[in-house]
Every structure is written in structure tokens, then in C-alpha cells.
């Protein structure tokens, strides 16, 4: 874990979980679990936060959509012309699957935002979304703070019985990740 996001979840506690879940900040909640596990925050507590956060991001996303949706998507895909495609994938999607799509977007990273104010757009109903929108909200932050106290646990087994092997291990991943996703960038461009 990045030591910037371990002091930033440290000096803001649970006011970090709330921003962390106004954006796609799932480093933030797993951050926060892990540090749950570890005794510095309560895990129910961030749970809570970051359904709450996530559920009034998503309904705000949702009412811009809804009340200027066509000049928002219209400037996302001027401003970030690569966003189109996956625009018109994302509105297809909510055309055939609309549930589906509600249920499960928050959990597609790098959509998550876009795809409130794309439900919005298209006049979705609102007690209909809201609805949806809180039962996924409610499975997202207690996958995502489970798998993070999870990670939490694990780490500190590692770290007590392996050592310096973890922070070797990490510093490979790290390593091995950016190469990776440099290599694929470039062979994309």
C-alpha cells in the first residue's frame, strides 16, 4: 500500500472513506479495511461510510443526468473523444439489460461515474434507480471493505512471518505491473 494513501486514510479516517467512495477511490475503502483489520478503524464504520458515500455520489451523477445528460455526455465525448465508443457500449447495455447494468456498473472500473449520469440521461425513473442503486451500493461496500480487511489480514501475516520476502514480493508486483501496462500502452499506440 502506497504510504501516501496509508497517512491520508490515517489523518482523515472516515472522512476519507467518504471521498474515497464519491470517486472511483476503491484504494481509499481497501486502504481503510485493511487498516480496520489492523485496530485503527472500526470495519462496520467503513462499511457504512462508503455505502453512504457511493450511494449520494451515484444519486447526484444520476440527477445531472437526468437534468442535463445529453450536454454532459456531448462534453465528456468532445472533451475525451477515446470516451465515445464506451459511451454508446454503456447506453446499449442499459437499452437491453437495464438492471443488470444499474446492479453491476460501480463494479466495472473506469465507468462507474459516466454510467449515473448515462442512467439519468436516459429518464431511467428515479425510485427505480434509487432502489437498485442502493442495493448495489450496499453489495459493493461490503465486498469491497471485506476483500480489503481480508488483504489487511493476509499482509499482516506475511509481513510477521516473511519479512522483508512481502515488501520484495510487492516491490516485484509493483514492477512487473508497470512494465506490464507500459508494454500494452505502447503496443496500443
Same mark, same amino acid.
Given at each position: 500500500?502506497?504510504?501516501?494513501?496509508?497517512?491520508?486514510?490515517?489523518?482523515?479516517?472516515?472522512?476519507?472513506?467518504?471521498?474515497?467512495?464519491?470517486?472511483?477511490?476503491?484504494?481509499?475503502?481497501?486502504?481503510?479495511?485493511?487498516?480496520?483489520?489492523?485496530?485503527?478503524?472500526?470495519?462496520?464504520?467503513?462499511?457504512?461510510?462508503?455505502?453512504?458515500?457511493?450511494?449520494?455520489?451515484?444519486?447526484?451523477?444520476?440527477?445531472?443526468?437526468?437534468?442535463? +445528460?445529453? /450536454?454532459? !455526455?456531448?462534453? =465528456?465525448?468532445?472533451?475525451?473523444? $477515446?470516451?465515445?465508443?464506451?459511451?454508446?457500449?454503456? *447506453? @446499449?447495455?442499459?437499452?437491453?439489460?437495464?438492471?443488470?447494468?444499474?446492479?453491476?456498473?460501480?463494479?466495472?472500473? +473506469?465507468? /462507474?461515474? !459516466?454510467?449515473? =449520469?448515462?442512467?439519468?440521461?436516459? $429518464?431511467?425513473?428515479?425510485?427505480?434507480?434509487?432502489? *437498485? @442503486?442502493?442495493?448495489?451500493?450496499?453489495?459493493?461496500?461490503?465486498?469491497?471493505?471485506?476483500?480489503?480487511?481480508?488483504?489487511?489480514?493476509?499482509?499482516?501475516?506475511?509481513?510477521?512471518?516473511?519479512?522483508?520476502?512481502?515488501?520484495?514480493?510487492?516491490?516485484?508486483?509493483?514492477?512487473?505491473?508497470?512494465?506490464?501496462?507500459?508494454?500494452?500502452?505502447?503496443?496500443?499506440?
Amino acid at each position: 500500500m502506497e504510504q501516501g494513501l496509508i497517512e491520508f486514510v490515517q489523518n482523515y479516517g472516515y472522512w476519507a472513506v467518504l471521498l474515497g467512495s464519491f470517486v472511483e477511490g476503491e484504494s481509499v475503502i481497501l486502504t481503510a479495511s485493511a487498516m480496520a483489520y489492523a485496530g485503527h478503524l472500526d470495519i462496520i464504520k467503513v462499511m457504512l461510510v462508503a455505502f453512504i458515500g457511493t450511494l449520494i455520489a451515484d444519486q447526484l451523477l444520476f440527477f445531472l443526468g437526468y437534468f442535463y +445528460g445529453p /450536454r454532459t !455526455i456531448n462534453w =465528456v465525448k468532445n472533451r475525451f473523444p $477515446k470516451s465515445s465508443p464506451y459511451i454508446e457500449k454503456a *447506453l @446499449n447495455f442499459l437499452e437491453k439489460y437495464q438492471t443488470l447494468y444499474i446492479l453491476s456498473f460501480r463494479f466495472i472500473w +473506469g465507468i /462507474r461515474i !459516466i454510467s449515473s =449520469v448515462i442512467i439519468g440521461a436516459q $429518464k431511467v425513473p428515479f425510485l427505480r434507480f434509487a432502489f *437498485l @442503486n442502493c442495493v448495489s451500493a450496499i453489495v459493493w461496500s461490503v465486498l469491497s471493505c471485506s476483500v480489503g480487511y481480508f488483504l489487511g489480514g493476509a499482509f499482516s501475516y506475511l509481513k510477521e512471518n516473511y519479512g522483508s520476502y512481502v515488501t520484495w514480493g510487492i516491490l516485484g508486483i509493483i514492477v512487473l505491473s508497470v512494465l506490464f501496462w507500459k508494454l500494452k500502452k505502447k503496443k496500443n499506440s
